[in-house]
């Protein structure tokens, strides 16, 4: 696969439990955000989003956390599953467009079984 | 439903030789396409962008350029390939007119390896 996420942090859970993957965005006057989830040797694909008029929206087994005041996004898996395991990344998106997305670096997932 | 093909998967290629990478959507028309290049530790970088045929836009100065022949094939091309062009280059689309407010649909990125 390829090799994007050598030096990325990594965040370690047992199946089962919880994770928390945690995103610090930029520009303040991003109002639109996605995460998204990048198995090895594929693209990424979308999880989540979450406009900033929202503090919280929830998928199967996924939930988006947003504190504007921060800065802050983050990504709550529920009973995480081997096949969980990936490079989770956010995206933020300023008022100048999809064209103007700002990619994170990204988490790497790893789930114990 | 959409999909997106991107090929090859991955490339191994001399320096100063030529590239050509080839990314089609199906199922949609007149998407904005996207090339981007994700190198390791890091986050996406976007390198050009296309609203329609023979509609490029460029973000960053480089040995690359893209076009557009079709309505839903775009191309990342470069007449002589650089040592520093090596990386993960993944090809992407969302829907037009949705605004920002719109998810972007990956494929599956091809591997470059320039020696």
């Known amino acids: 696969g390829e090799s994007v996420g050598l030096h990325l942090p990594t965040l370690s859970v047992q199946e089962g439990d919880n994770s928390i993957i945690n995103c610090a965005y930029s520009?303040?006057?991003?109002?639109?955000f996605i995460w998204y989830k990048q198995e090895s040797g594929k693209g990424p694909q979308f999880i989540i989003d979450i406009r900033s008029n929202m503090d919280k929206r929830q998928g199967q087994r996924v939930t988006v956390l947003l504190n504007k005041t921060v800065k802050h996004l983050s990504l709550q898996i529920a009973a995480t599953q081997p096949g969980d395991s990936a490079v989770y990344f956010c995206?933020?998106?300023?008022?100048?467009?999809?064209?103007?997305?700002?990619f994170g670096a990204g988490t790497r997932l790893f789930v114990k079984a | 439903s959409q999909t997106i093909h991107q090929w090859p998967a991955t490339l191994v290629q001399p320096v100063g030789s030529p590239l050509s990478l080839e990314c089609t959507v199906e199922?949609?028309?007149?998407?904005?396409l996207y090339w981007y290049r994700q190198a390791a530790g890091r986050g996406l970088q976007l390198l050009f962008y296309s609203v329609g045929i023979g509609q490029i836009s460029s973000e960053v100065p480089q040995n690359l350029s893209a076009s557009r022949p079709q309505d839903r094939q775009f191309i990342l091309s470069s007449k002589k390939l650089l040592l520093s062009d090596s990386g993960f280059y993944l090809c992407?689309?969302?829907?037009?007119?949705?605004?920002?407010?719109?998810?972007?649909?990956f494929g599956q990125g091809t591997r470059l390896t320039v020696v």
């Open positions: 199922g949609t028309s007149n998407p904005n």
């Open positions: 520009n303040s006057a991003s109002d639109y």
């Open positions: 995206a933020e998106i300023p008022p100048g467009g999809g064209f103007k997305t700002i």
């Open positions: 992407a689309w969302s829907v037009p007119g949705a605004g920002r407010f719109a998810e972007a649909f």
